[in-house]
């Protein structure tokens, strides 16, 4: 394969009481679409910081070309061809998408003439297959449209090697798949791409090699067609993981949550949820599946009576709910896992006691709060749920993510609700973390309760669910049986297709 | 190579603060501040040290020094107490210069209303009345706050130069004393609406207010429901409505309070210091109380402790103008202060790393 281009030697980085990298290595070769895959907290983040000059390394070496190398900053990594195309996207919404090219742009001095720069990113969408208007505002934009622009962003300042950070976490799988048209085409041209990622399927399909990172320390490089699904789990766990779920049985109960076509406004007052009917049984787990700010977060909060109705009827076990606060919902048994854990669902400054007693210190009917029995309480809790921790009196915010959710969810499944809102349970979480948090969520299933489940993971949607609805645009697109339905199917609503009647449950 | 330094200098998050690192900062934090303000010292031939000496001779050289700085302490503490129980749900609560004035008025108005009330009566319902002037000077803010969210930093700042402005015109115009020969002062009050002092000194009751009011803050915001929200909307203003919390309601009650300890401030100072409403009855306490509530790191003893070192700055600092500074010096060192104090709190959660290779020794 020649000379590689980028290689990083022995990298090692420590933070105060973690070390993120431990003698780090990797080779990425031109022409090649390169994983870097792990579990969280593995170090594929830190390593990537180090490569985009954002942290320097304790130790390690790093050549470019057969050239040693420092990356002091970012800038000095973009005059290297280091570019990365972050998660959330560094880009100015109100800006046109030349606009922000421009912004940042280092060749260019303090004068620029934008038809000009507009025809460059023209021809360049030209030489790359995409297509995109320069002088299109970037709040205008979809999400993968918006990262069409972060990537030729990058490509403009001159990138040869371009960094994806978790690219398809919000895109449709339609449109997860034209992304790695579009970087198997920038490949064949000489570019290197780096992908990060923590999605097994999407890397074995799409990659020509995958490096695994564990606890810091780089476990290998494998060939992406000379590997299987259980090897890699391997490395990135260091023990086997069943990655099949059990067949549950199915019971059903009364209906615990029944939405009769409720609406809400959004945060920018724009009506987020509309005309939305569900239903929830004891019992049973309803998935919700849908690109990540379709209104899955605003119907979560519109259950748990964070946000008003704008109009419809909400029930639970029957009792007319739809004006009722936060605290009587609670009170009927809503528990609620949001997708902000710490900050919404967790307070980062507590400690886990103040945390363990976040709701149900309104149930003591005296002024002042039992610290003793929290103390007792907690403690039972953090046993019966195996969370670890260094002291109950340590802010939560030092806690690990696996940790902080396992905490989360402990105190929710505490409260013995009727119905548990779960949004995005097991985001972030790694192979271990998440058998966990899948088997809390099938016994509370078991225990007949009713579960509303908001994944961006269709594979985890699939598993668990009893049924599926898909929501684009704060409308349902349909309901399906995961048994019986494709991920096709479900790929097709999620991009605003309505289901068919013959297929409806 | 431009700033090549500068790159080999770089803060890094703590993973945990220790204990020694809360103390020792802000006091590093404060003897960087004396020395800054020392330059300005030096340039008017002065040297710092004598004068940093002098004023502490003035505070706490003294029966009589240690016994002004303690009067001193006393709005100090209240006012800081008031407004540390704001910042505690992340409001930011600048007036209570003017909460205090609102209920140094209020009690005002009671002890010239009836003065002829005995003391046991005319005393609480003083402390009464400029608790709830206070409060409701801190409330107006409030309730544009929690409803139309209206940044509540400039509003509470705005009405201070309202309520000094309508205490000046009641003392320039219809509480102006007739025998006062004209000075901006209400006529003083009745033996039985003046604080009694505790021993020969002029350290008056208020002193004991103060600290059953830090008890009681301290009660409320360790061991009861209420203080348990205060502390998670402080923390995360998100979480307290996610968990139920009145979110609205604890603003304005909270808000209603911290101008309510304030006014009390007010009061205890027209009853047991002025003895009568006038012109310019604090020197700031209301601001000074922000840099106290800061440096405290809001902890009600700690507010306590460091409202007497504040005291003894006020009062060095008037011990030194008869060796001819202005009571600006005394200004200026509090500003100092404050800066670098504030500036400072980057140590308590990040430490500084030197050079970006090697590791750590």
Avoid at chain 1, 334 to 339: C, T
Avoid at chain 1, 456 to 468: Q, T, V, Y
Wanted: with cysteine.
């Amino acid at each position: 394969m020649g000379t590689p281009l980028v290689v990083m030697r022995d990298i090692t980085k420590s933070f105060p009481g973690v070390r993120a990298n431990d003698q780090a290595n990797l080779v990425i070769h031109k022409g090649e679409i390169h994983a870097l895959l792990g579990e969280n907290g593995a170090g594929k983040s830190t390593l990537m910081s180090i490569l985009t000059g954002l942290y320097r390394p304790d130790s390690g070496e790093i050549r470019i070309n057969d050239q040693a190398v420092e990356l002091h900053s970012p800038k000095a990594a973009v005059e290297r061809g280091i570019g990365m195309v972050h998660q959330h996207f560094k880009l100015v919404k109100t800006f046109t998408v030349a606009e922000n090219i421009i912004l940042g742009l280092q060749t260019s001095g303090e004068y620029y003439h934008l038809p000009l720069i507009h025809n460059q990113i023209r021809e360049f969408c030209q030489e790359y297959g995409f297509r995109i208007d320069p002088a299109a505002k970037v709040w205008q934009l979809s999400i993968g449209e918006q990262q069409r622009a972060e990537i030729i962003k990058v490509l403009f300042w001159g990138a040869e090697i371009l960094i994806l950070d978790e690219p398809t976490a919000v895109l449709t799988p339609q449109e997860a798949t034209e992304l790695y048209k579009m970087l198997r085409l920038m490949a064949d041209r000489g570019k290197a791409i780096i992908v990060i990622s923590h999605k097994l399927n999407e890397v074995l399909e799409n990659t020509d090699r995958i490096t695994v990172l564990r606890g810091g320390k780089s476990i290998g490089t494998v060939i992406t067609k000379h590997t299987t699904e259980q090897e890699l789990t391997t490395m990135m766990v260091g023990r086997s993981v069943l990655l099949d779920v059990p067949v549950k049985e199915q019971y059903h109960g009364d209906n615990i949550l029944t939405l009769k076509q409720v609406s809400c406004l959004g945060n920018r007052g724009q009506l987020a949820i509309k005309q939305v009917s569900l239903e929830i049984a004891g019992g049973e787990i309803l998935g919700i599946a849908g690109v990540a700010g379709n209104g899955q977060s605003e119907l979560a909060e519109l259950i748990a009576g964070i946000r008003s109705l704008e109009g419809g009827e909400k029930y639970i076990d029957g009792t007319n709910h739809t004006d009722s606060s936060v605290r009587t919902l609670i009170k009927a048994g809503v528990s609620y896992v949001p997708e902000d854990r710490l900050g919404t669902g967790l307070v980062p400054g507590l400690n886990a006691v103040d945390n363990f007693l976040l709701k149900s210190y309104q149930q003591s009917s005296s002024w002042f709060i039992n610290w003793r029995q929290a103390v007792e309480s907690t403690q039972a809790m953090i046993a019966k749920f195996d969370v670890k921790m260094a002291s109950l009196l340590n802010p939560v915010k030092m806690l690990s993510g696996g940790n902080l959710q396992k905490l989360l969810l402990a105190r929710e499944i505490s409260a013995d609700p009727r119905l548990i809102i779960a949004v995005y349970p097991m985001r972030g979480l790694d192979v271990g973390a998440m058998e966990t948090v899948r088997k809390l969520l099938l016994a509370q299933r078991a225990a007949g309760k009713g579960i509303l489940l908001i994944s961006e993971e269709l594979d985890e949607l699939f598993a668990l669910s009893d049924r599926i609805a898909v929501l684009h645009e704060g409308e349902v697109m349909g309901i399906v049986d995961p048994q019986a339905a494709t991920i096709e199917a479900v790929g097709m609503m999620m991009a605003g297709k309505r289901m068919l009647k013959q297929d409806a449950v | 190579m431009r700033c090549e330094w500068m790159a080999k200098i770089h803060f890094e998050k703590r993973n945990t603060t220790a204990k020694w690192v809360l103390f020792l900062v802000p006091i590093l934090s404060i003897v960087v501040g004396l020395c800054f303000a020392g330059i300005f010292i030096v340039t008017t031939g002065k040297n710092p040290l004598d004068v940093y000496l002098l004023m502490f001779e003035g505070a706490f050289g003294s029966a009589y020094g240690l016994s002004e700085t303690v009067v001193k302490a006393i709005p100090l503490m209240l006012t800081g107490l008031g407004v540390s129980l704001a910042f505690r749900m992340q409001l930011w609560n600048i007036g209570a210069e003017g909460q205090l004035y609102m209920g140094a008025m209020g009690a005002t108005w009671l002890a010239l209303r009836f003065p002829e009330w005995p003391a046991y009566l005319l005393l609480p319902g003083m402390l009464l009345l400029g608790f709830l002037l206070g409060g409701i000077w801190g409330l107006i803010p409030a309730i544009p706050r929690a409803f139309l969210k209206v940044n509540e930093t400039i509003t509470t700042l705005l009405l201070n130069y309202v309520a000094i402005l309508w205490v000046d015109y009641l003392v320039y115009g219809p509480w102006k004393d007739p025998n006062g020969f004209n000075f901006p002062i209400t006529a003083p009050f009745s033996e039985n609406a003046i604080l009694p002092v505790l021993g020969p000194s002029r350290i008056h009751v208020g002193l004991l207010i103060a600290f059953v009011a830090t008890i009681l803050l301290f009660v409320i915001l360790r061991y009861t429901k209420w203080g348990f929200e205060i502390r998670v909307s402080g923390e995360s203003a998100v979480a307290a409505q996610y968990a139920g919390m009145n979110y609205v309601r604890n603003i304005l009650l909270v808000m209603f309070i911290s101008g309510g300890l304030a006014g009390i401030a007010g009061m205890t100072e027209v009853s047991g210091i002025t003895q009568r409403l006038q012109h310019g009855i604090s020197p700031g306490y209301g601001y000074t109380a922000i840099i106290i509530a800061w440096l405290a790191r809001l902890n009600p003893w700690a507010i306590v402790v460091v409202s007497f070192v504040f005291g003894g700055l006020l009062v060095g600092g008037y011990s030194i103008q008869t060796s001819g500074f202005s009571a600006a010096t005394v200004a200026m060192l509090q500003g100092a202060i404050l800066f670098f104090v504030v500036g400072g709190e980057i140590f308590i959660e990040h430490r500084l790393r030197l050079g970006g290779k090697g590791g750590k020794p």
